[in-house]
């Protein structure tokens, strides 16, 4: 099972990915590009070039989930822009921003973390 928690470590992908990559494509994208280790229990937030799905690749101990959500209508919105290749967030953004809450509803939004 997998738990979103405020000790969550999350990072988001902040360019699209090709969503025909599978867990093995999304391990090597982690690995090779982003320079993480994808074993290592961090959750990876993905999207794709229309921002019209998300998938989250994360390692429990005993084996990859990878999970979609694609979007009925509507795209998200507010995907981090940065020079860097992957940003943090926190798992109450990552709920709001992957269940439908209005980011723009928030009496303060936080600004996406670099990771260096």
Known sequence: MIQLNSSSKILIAVDPVDFRRGIDGLCGLCRNELEHNPSSGTIYVFTNRSRTQ????????????????R????????????SDTIAACQAKELIIFLWGENPDQISNPRDWQKIG
Do not use: E, I, N, Q
């Open 71 to 82: 979007l009925s209508k509507g795209r998200f919105s507010r995907w981090p822009k940065s």
């Open 54 to 69: 998300a998938r989250m690749l994360v390692y429990d101990g005993t084996g990859y989930w990878l999970m979609t959500k």
